[in-house]
């Protein structure tokens, strides 16, 4: 029998803008995801270099580098050195355009990406979008990745089914901008329904689906957390949702993807 591939979902504060403190912690997150047994790690979207609802244009023109950039080599280091393929978001440049993009960086020093194919509001005429999905594979696992909004990819099912795939990586970065008195109710119903909602793409597509989300104060917008692994059987790992800064720290949540027994939360 082969090794199950073990999966950790990084929930953590994605700070806009702040290139090397996010990257330290995504650091400090892999030696931790190593030293449990993890094989993947996923990070949010655009964890790197933040999320900006504000003004996303001049966070893109000051942090977007190209592949061949300082971010992409820092992510590749993380890999080799902690023997984990990593799955972190950053803005991208090439030819003048800017993506959405999610490096997954492997162990053997490889790199390779996955950019967002479908634009939020705040992206629509600032990104470049490509809706064809692509295949990764480490372990005999075969995964794809959906960024955010691409959920609303009319066809990546079928793209994903073509494509053989068994394990989604969804990064995400969704937030919540109300009042005190709300915010913790409105957390609670935002959290069950969108986990609700992967249970069931989870047992309607027979892939098990991995969800990061931010947390905390971005230094802008407040972020709810709520990630997770369901199996198409399940069972599943969660993080708890955290409306405010102080609610919970950087943690993270593994799964086995071809094991049914050996679930834990840490």
């Known amino acids: 029998m082969r090794k199950p591939l073990r999966i950790s979902v990084a929930q953590c504060v994605s700070l806009v803008g702040k290139i090397d403190e996010n990257l330290a912690l995504a650091e400090s997150l892999c030696e931790q995801a190593s030293?449990?047994?993890a094989d993947l790690v996923l990070f949010p979207e655009t964890h790197?270099?933040?999320?900006s609802y504000r003004d996303l244009y001049s966070l893109i023109s000051s942090t977007a580098e190209p592949m061949s950039g300082a971010i992409v080599q820092r992510l590749r280091d993380m890999a080799v050195t902690h023997g984990l393929v990593v799955c972190c978001g950053m803005f991208e440049r090439e030819n003048g355009h800017f993506f959405n993009?999610?490096?997954v960086a492997f162990p053997d020093g490889r790199v390779d990406r996955q950019r967002k194919g479908a634009?939020?509001?705040?992206?629509?005429?600032?990104?470049?979008?490509d809706p064809a999905r692509k295949v990764f594979e480490w372990n005999e696992t075969r995964f794809g990745i959906l960024i955010c909004a691409d959920s609303s990819i009319g066809?990546?099912?079928e793209q994903f089914e073509e494509l053989d795939i068994s394990l989604l990586l969804?990064?995400?970065a969704g937030r919540i901008l109300l009042s005190?008195?709300?915010k913790k109710k409105a957390l609670q119903k935002e959290s069950a329904e969108s986990f609700e909602a992967g249970c069931r793409l989870a047992e309607t597509t027979g892939m098990t689906c991995a969800v990061a989300n931010p947390i905390?104060?971005?230094g802008e917008d407040v972020y709810p957390g709520n990630s997770w692994i369901v199996r198409p059987d399940g069972t599943f790992v969660r993080s708890p949702a955290s409306a405010l800064p102080d609610d919970a720290g950087p943690s993270l949540v593994s799964i086995s993807v071809q094991e049914r027994l050996c679930v834990e939360t840490r």
Request: glycine share 10%; charged share 25%.
């Open 35 to 37: 030293r449990e047994g």
């Open 48 to 51: 790197a270099t933040g999320y």
């Open 101 to 103: 993009t999610q490096v």
């Open 119 to 129: 634009s939020a509001c705040a992206e629509a005429e600032v990104i470049a979008l």
């Open 155 to 157: 066809d990546y099912r």
């Open 170 to 172: 969804h990064p995400c």
């Open 180 to 182: 005190k008195k709300k």
């Open 216 to 218: 905390g104060f971005s």
